[in-house]
């Protein structure tokens, strides 16, 4: 279970990519990049550390790891549909 | 004082032994008390129903012979779901509208939701927000052996009713399951593999196997957490849907029995051969439904 920390007004929690290395995603609120979810990918194989959309990453996350994040967002960020994200 | 007490004991030891067997948990379930009320008015209603030339009066009668499902079905009749303009006042008057195919569904579905709203409050939610995941998923994304929406839903409402039958007839073994799972941070399914030799997948399709329903519900449940477990091999991939709508309810707010959402069962996803651009569609035709969620509750709370 990903545990989602307060960092100012945005949300940070770990995620799992396909390759088995741990990324972060970074959730933000509305009005901030229009509520956006950026996942950031560490460096590796000679490949510079990535900060992309979600949308740009899925390919990237398993889809544990997409679905945890979008329902965070949700829970966060969203319109009231689901019970509110509890955070640590 | 619960009648299967000794059983479960007894289950409890040969597990740790490694000596269950399927028919050892067939022996369990014959020595504990079934759920209530399933499945005489489902099981009357299917059989008129198989018959191509039925009875509307017939099976409109069968129907109405138990109250808590007809006011079950003609209040999901008229919900924002079927969206009928007209005001389905009667049993018969559904069935006309309906037909035979989605009006044995309803009755499942009223049954099920009479079932299972007797269990605890996050377990009746979870049921009732996975038949909805499920159910939304379906509607945009073909499910494989042909499965309709409606018969998603069913899959979605019944895929943990086996931990109504452990929570009812065993509250202090499941309590000590739940309180395992919680300490060691393991899946409550894990918990019961480990405390009791079986769990509530097994317990669940070997009730809805009892209780007739379809080969594909039954490994549909059977299969949720373990695709092996699937009772017939070509439904695996409706039981990794069944895993999916699992692990996105958790994840979305309505958890079962504690907040951790149990992982997809291995090799799942791939399974349902969902390209991964589809999840976020998937997930968004979800929270579009979910006020669904509140309005079935009600409509079972009558």
């Known amino acids: 279970m990903t545990i989602w920390e307060n960092q100012g007004s945005a949300l940070v929690g770990k995620v799992q990519l396909r390759d088995n290395r741990r990324g972060k995603a970074v959730l933000l609120p509305p009005g901030q990049a229009g509520g956006a979810v950026a996942i950031v990918i560490p460096a590796a ?43 640590a | 004082m619960r009648e299967g007490a000794g059983i479960w004991e007894r289950a ?14 067939d022996q369990i379930l014959d020595e504990i008390v079934t759920l209530p009320s399933m499945p005489g008015t489902l099981t009357h209603v299917t059989e008129l129903l198989e018959n191509p030339d039925y009875s509307v009066e017939e099976v409109a009668k069968a129907i109405s012979a138990d109250p808590a499902i007809t006011l ?11 969206g009928f303009r007209q005001h389905v006042a009667s049993v018969e008057h559904a069935i006309v509208l309906l037909g035979a195919k989605v009006i044995r569904n309803l009755v499942l579905t009223a049954t099920a939701l009479e079932s299972i709203q007797q269990g605890a409050e ?15 998923m379906a509607n945009l994304h073909p499910l494989p052996a042909g499965a309709t929406p ?9 895929h943990d009713v086996g931990k109504m039958v452990l929570e009812e007839f065993m509250p202090e073994d499941w309590q000590m399951v739940l309180d395992a799972a919680r300490s060691e941070k393991i899946p409550v399914f894990q918990a019961e593999q480990r405390w009791l030799g079986i ?9 809805a196997a009892r209780w007739r329903l379809s080969g594909e519900l039954v490994s549909a449940i059977a299969g949720h957490h373990d695709l092996a477990q699937c009772t017939q091999p070509g439904y695996r991939s409706l039981a990794a849907w069944t895993s999916l709508a699992d692990y996105i309810t958790s994840s979305a707010g309505f958890p079962c029995d504690y907040p ?32 669904e969620i509140g309005q079935l509750i009600k409509t079972a709370e009558g």
């Not at chain 2, 409890?12 to 948990?25: F, H, K, Q």
């Not at chain 2, 409606?150 to 019944?158: D, H, R, V």
């Open chain 2, 199 to 207: 769990d509530h997948a097994m317990v669940g399709a070997r009730l």
């Open chain 2, 72 to 82: 079950k079905t003609l209040r999901l009749v008229n919900s924002a779901y079927y």
């Open chain 2, 150 to 158: 409606e018969q998603a839903f069913i899959y979605g409402l019944l």
């Open chain 2, 12 to 25: 409890a030891s040969t597990a740790r032994d490694g000596l269950n067997t399927p028919e050892d948990i």
């Open chain 1, 45 to 87: 194989g000679g490949q510079a550390a990535a900060t992309v959309a979600i949308e740009d990453a899925l390919h990237d996350l398993t889809p544990e790891s997409i679905i945890s994040v979008l329902c965070a967002k949700e829970r966060a960020f969203g319109s009231g549909r689901l019970p509110p994200l509890e955070t």
């Open chain 2, 122 to 136: 996050p377990f009746f939610r979870h049921s009732v927000a996975s038949a909805v995941c499920l159910r939304a």
């Open chain 2, 260 to 291: 951790a959402p149990v992982p997809l069962a291995e090799g799942a996803w791939e399974e349902t051969a969902l390209p991964v651009d589809r999840l976020p569609g998937l997930l968004e035709a979800f929270f579009e439904a979910t006020p």
